[in-house]
Structures are given as C-alpha cells and as structure tokens.
T-cell receptor, first 117, second 110 residues
Framework: GAGVSQSPRYKVAKRGQDVALRCDPI?????LFWYQQALGQGPEFLTY????????KSGLPSDRFFAERPEGSVSTLKIQRTQQEDSAVYLC???????????????FGPGTRLTVL | DAKTTQPNSMESNEEEPVHLPCNHS???????IHWYRQLPSQGPEYVIH???SNVNNRMASLAIAEDRKSSTLILHRATLRDAAVYYC???????????FGTGTRLQVFP
C-alpha cells in the first residue's frame, strides 16, 4: 500500500533562498510529524500536527522555519532565507491516531535531503 | 525525557543471532520501550515495542529486564538487509514525538 511520500527527494538551495518541502502522509492518518536529521545523527523532532492543528512546534530551530497542514492531510515545511546549517535530511512521519502516543507507530517517509550552498 | 544508552556499533555474521542492548536506568513506570531502525538512505521504520513483558513479532524479539532498567532487541538470524542503525526510544503517555539518540550501527557480514 502507499506509504508516506515526500517531495522533492533532493533540494539544492543557495544561501538566502526560500524552500518548501512537501509531505503526503498515509491516507486517514491523524498525526503528522516533521524531524530534522543532520549527517551522522539521529532524527530530531521539529513539529507535530493533529489533523490541521499544530500542537507542538517546540523543535523548530528559528522563526525561519514554518510548517502548515491546512486541510489535515498534506503538510508543507517552509524554510525562509536558508542558511548552511539548515543542510540536513528532513523526515516526515504520520501515525493513525493521536492521543495515544505511548503505543502509536510512526511511519516515516524517505526524507528530503536539503543542501544549502 | 528519560534517556537511553546504546553502543555506537556492533557487528554480526549473516544468519547468526544478534543481541542489541539498551540501558534506560531512569525509565518511569509508564514509559514504553520502542525500537526503530533506519536502513541506509531511508526513513526510520518501526521494529517493536513493549512495556514490561517480553515481546515477539515477525521482525524481532524484545527482552525487557525485570527492573525495566535495560532491554535487548534480538534479531534471531541476521541477514544483510538487517544492516542499519537501531534506535532504542522511551515514550511516555504525554509525549507524541520520538526522541532519538545516536543509536547502534549494526554491520552484518556475509
């Protein structure tokens, strides 16, 4: 069946450019997460949606990072005025239900590798 | 958030069992123990989770110590496809996000 998809898979941006990364979660999944993974590190949480509501954005590193999920399905992570330290793989994950975090499985997409020159 | 400690790397030969340890001495009574793995150039994937009792599924087994301060992920017969970074993660009732450490990089040799 269809899993989580992300586009583009690779993105090269010049420093100062804005980028938009798209995530298509598994159909019917309520919860959606964004993570950032630097080279050689484990993923780090950025933000979390339950349907269209952004319930946790504590991991967003600066106000240049913005995420939205306006209709409770597709989500977009936008990074304004990209910096070299933004270079990383950005992972999206979805899970079926919210409110039962201890046991809810997250399904990850393949990620978008962002390189800022 | 409770912290986990894992070895940086481990090696195994194909078709041998692999025991991946995880220490979590500050685990609370409501924390579930989850394992995810990340194959090269892919997103993480769920492996198994448990609370107190040992658990088995088609991918692996999870052995949880009686005091819950440690656990072991067991791959019964390693294959080349099992080469990945394995993450041990504690999840409590209030935390939706996954908090990854640096994990254990498992190498499998033919």
């Amino acid at each position: 069946g269809a899993g989580v998809s992300q586009s583009p898979r690779y993105k090269v941006a010049k420093r100062g450019q804005d980028v938009a990364l798209r995530c298509d979660p598994i159909s019917g999944h309520v919860s959606l997460f964004w993570y950032q993974q630097a080279l050689g590190q484990g993923p780090e949480f950025l933000t979390y949606f339950q349907n269209e509501a952004q319930l946790d954005k504590s991991g967003l590193p600066s106000d240049r990072f913005f995420a939205e999920r306006p209709e409770g399905s597709v989500s977009t992570l936008k990074i304004q005025r990209t910096q070299q330290e933004d270079s990383a793989v950005y992972l999206c994950a979805s899970s079926l239900v919210g409110g039962r975090p201890s046991t809810d499985t997250q399904y990850f997409g393949p990620g978008t590798r962002l390189t800022v020159l | 958030d409770a912290k986990t400690t894992q070895p940086n790397s481990m090696e195994s030969n194909e078709e041998e069992p692999v025991h991946l340890p995880c220490n979590h001495s500050t685990i609370s009574g409501t924390d579930y123990i989850h394992w995810y793995r990340q194959l090269p150039s892919q997103g993480p994937e769920y492996v198994i989770h448990g609370l107190t009792s040992n658990v088995n599924n088609r991918m692996a087994s999870l052995a949880i110590a009686e005091d819950r301060k440690s656990s072991t992920l067991i791959l019964h017969r390693a294959t080349l496809r099992d080469a990945a970074v394995y993450y041990c993660i504690l999840r409590d009732v209030a935390t939706d996000k996954l908090i990854f450490g640096t994990g254990t990089r498992l190498q499998v040799f033919p």
